[in-house]
């Protein structure tokens, strides 16, 4: 058995648990359905929250709103999969409050009914538009079918609401996002967006920029969800790597008494056997003794070696007998609440988005998932809240990369995006950062907290609302948003920027195994290329303030995870959820003036260099510094391109360009840059010249 060097959480989460996000109003509203409700009246709406907190109940209050007081005839729920159709089943709203009750007729909840989308359900969504009943729920699949089949001016004056919309894309390819392109330049539904991922629709975007500049949207964050539970209070987010098969080593990160969901590989993954009855069979081997199959779930019942008896769901054997009645017992309403009722649950494609089981304690993830909204919706099933729940957890396990594997880039492929989604989880959790520029008359502001010392004027300060869960920060020389979409993106999209920056392998590679780097080609020339190929209808100083504003997000988040908190105890736990807040103070106390330029100088991947080298063998560590060395090559012309866009900003203030022979590597590499596209330009004269082309 090989060893797994210890298990060291990439992040430790603290929380209040002070209760305020499952708590109701006198209308039965939590608190981010009560925000939502106050944007009813929104023709286009994107609600953005954390799985758990409460999405398809918001949904049902505005529904309910849009069909009885704003003059819209009909409400159709669409959602990705036929199972999560039970979210938007009947709801006694009026008993906690409300005015009015979710009530959907059983032939209109078509997830429920037998049949293939593209048939009698689109029949049913016709017999439904020609009704005069108000709810329908049915698939994406159907919906896009029914579209097709009648058009979108027959949805007229009608609220169209989409669950899970990280599965719409503006790609024309995308069906159910050209619908909704279509339904927009109509102008005459109500759209309804929803969606528990922060990384819409990964590398594409959902919605083209037009469109979803008309949505307004409402987001409550993963930090106001876990602050205000009742019992849950740490969440810890790991990678870890094994060598040799993952069967043998899961038990090193897997501890049989906290509920778990297993997600087994991919079958096309690198870590998988590519025999996945027989991987079960293994974990189950490891866990302890096969004693048989519960006649009534169809568990798997296995001893343990201190003679506890697990129940475990295998929902990775797709023979349709079996799998429909551990599917059943999961779903068994009478065992909702019963914490006993399963221990482990082993699943493929399944137990992700819309799952609920709010038992589950650790979301075990083999092998690397493609996409950042996938393990966004695996973390949200170990999220909930549960009484004597408080702490959960989420691990991917990885093949750690060997000298003798032929699919070494592959490999080190992997472990970037591994590290890629522990970062952008890392930005999901932390409260809210709101940057502001220094200036002389810069003050305090209501209900925010500034520490032991109050409000500092000659300083940078933090502040933070504990009612809001907003950070804010104080910097010099913050170029501040000027247009409202710059506002916009400051404000809504941040994550999103920073997802496209860490995501970027140039970037990530560099930033990890580059010993030479200049900080400032990552924070200023990478991430400014990548605001402007986002947002190219920004003005340039715009375009400046969105990138300032991701780069300070990012390292002011791995910043205060190294910086010590006071807010420990012996054994090293927090114990209060200050601990984030205390690092940026700390980080923001120790420098001399936090300015922009100070944050650009630091690299935003060595914190999380500093925990790989803590994961990974040394020996793995070298191989894959051999890997990036071997690529890395001389400036290309659109980096000497971006660094004399640089260079001539330098000049502006300094009344100089920069200096080759500089002391301040940055100054050195943005007269490199100078020189290098002087060269570019002379080659291609020459190029033209002899009638050649350099592009050729």
Known sequence: MSNINKAIPTISVSYAKNGSSTKSNELGMRAMQERAYERRGEQYLILKSPPASGKSRALMFIALDKLYNQGLKQAIIVVPERSIGSSFNNEPLSQFGFWADWNVKPNWNLCNAPGVDNGGKVNSVGAFLESEDKILVCTHATFRFAVDRFGVEAFDDRLIAVDEFHHVSANPDNKLGLHLGQFIARDRVHIVAMTGSYFRGDAEAVLSPQDEAKFDTVTYTYYEQLNGYEHLKQLDIGYFFYSEAYTDDILKVLDPSEKTIIHIPNVNSRESTK?????VEHIIEELGEWQGTDPITGFQLVKTSDGEILRIADLVDDEPAKRNRVVAALKDPNNKG?????????????AKEGFDWIWC???????YRASLTEIVQIIGRATRDAPGKTRSRFTNLIAELDASEQAVTEAVNDTFKAISASLL???VLVPRLEFKAKTPASGPEEGFDYGDGGYDREKSNVGFNNETGQLQIEINGLYEP?????ARICREDLNEVIATFVQDKTTIERGLFDPELVPEELTQVRMGKIIREKYPDLDPEDQESVRQYAIAALVLTQQAKETPSDSKKGDNKPIANTS???GVRKFVLHVRELDIDLIDRINPFSQAYAILAKTISEDSLKQVSAVIAAKRVGISYEEARALTERALQFKNERGRLPDISAQDPWEQRMAEGIAALKRYRLEQKAAEGSGGDLNG
């Open 275 to 279: 025999n996945k009855i027989r991987e």
């Open 338 to 350: 019963n914490r006993d009722h399963v221990d482990i649950i082993i699943a493929l494609g399944m």
């Open 361 to 367: 304690e650790h979301a075990l993830t083999v092998g």
């Open 425 to 427: 989880m890392e930005q």
């Open 482 to 486: 000027k247009s409202e979409e710059a």
């Open 580 to 582: 984030f807040i205390d």
